[in-house]
């Protein structure tokens, strides 16, 4: 079993609609980070958190929302999702110390039409 | 606030040849260095990171990069690719308290077999 699992991993919604996408970890780290990859521009950090009661915007958070429910998940939603939100999302986690590497789930392909 | 730039946006190498992609990054202060690849249709993975120490940094696959810290650049090398190298490689910096990655816009490398 991958050790960061994202769900789903292909989603198309319509404008408007809200949308969840789910990220869980067997890795027991404590901090959780959205990206999202879009061509020419790499990943930018949506948001992150430290652990379950510490939460943090990246540079690109508006639009976006979300929740630690549990050390091991962290879940990303679209209120309203819009079609600039279409991008390729991955989820990772990494230990507390800074000189740690991040492990990346597979990625979320999220298409708002 | 941290950046990462990397120089070129697309490499096109024959295989055998020698390859050199470009990171500079802008942190004045104690970093932590990271190079991810991500295959087509795939996660990101790391390929090697620097935190101390040597300067010469090697890293999976025959790969490695040097740390110079009067240039703040983390240049990934690899004497000769082969045409399995074809990915994108994003070159990464951690720096101060918040212990967030900040990814460069990453560098496609297309080897010709």
């Known amino acids: 079993d991958a050790d960061v699992t994202q769900t789903p991993r292909n989603r198309i919604t319509k404008t408007g609609k809200r949308i969840m996408l789910e990220c869980s970890q067997t890795?027991?780290?404590?901090?959780m980070y959205w990206y999202r990859q879009d061509p020419g521009l790499g990943l930018r950090l949506i948001y992150y958190?430290?652990?379950?009661?510490?939460?943090n915007k990246g540079e690109i958070s508006d639009g976006y929302s979300v929740s630690r429910q549990a050390q091991a998940k962290f879940s990303l939603s679209l209120e309203s999702a819009i079609p600039n939100q279409t991008a390729l999302y991955f989820c990772?986690?990494?230990?507390?110390?800074?000189?740690?590497?991040?492990?990346f789930g597979q990625g979320t392909r999220l298409t708002v039409v | 606030a941290q950046s990462v730039s990397q120089h070129n946006h697309h490499v096109i190498l024959s295989e055998a040849a020698s390859l050199e992609l470009g990171c500079n990054y802008s942190?004045?202060?104690?970093?932590?260095l990271f190079w991810y690849v991500q295959y087509p249709g795939q996660h990101l993975q790391l390929l090697l990171k620097?935190?101390?120490?040597?300067?010469l940094v090697k890293g999976i696959k025959g790969f490695e990069a040097e740390f110079i810290k009067s240039k703040f650049s983390f240049n990934l090398r690899k004497p000769s690719v082969q045409w399995s190298d074809t990915a994108e490689y994003f070159c990464?910096?951690?720096?101060?308290?918040?212990?967030?990655?900040?990814f460069g816009k990453g560098t496609k490398l297309s080897v010709k077999p």
């Open positions: 990464a910096v951690n720096g101060g308290s918040q212990g967030n990655l900040i």
């Open positions: 620097y935190f101390s120490g040597d300067p």
């Open positions: 890795k027991g780290h404590d901090r």
């Open positions: 990772a986690t990494r230990k507390g110390e800074t000189y740690t590497e991040a492990f």
């Open positions: 942190y004045g202060g104690t970093v932590n």
């Open positions: 958190s430290f652990d379950v009661k510490d939460i």
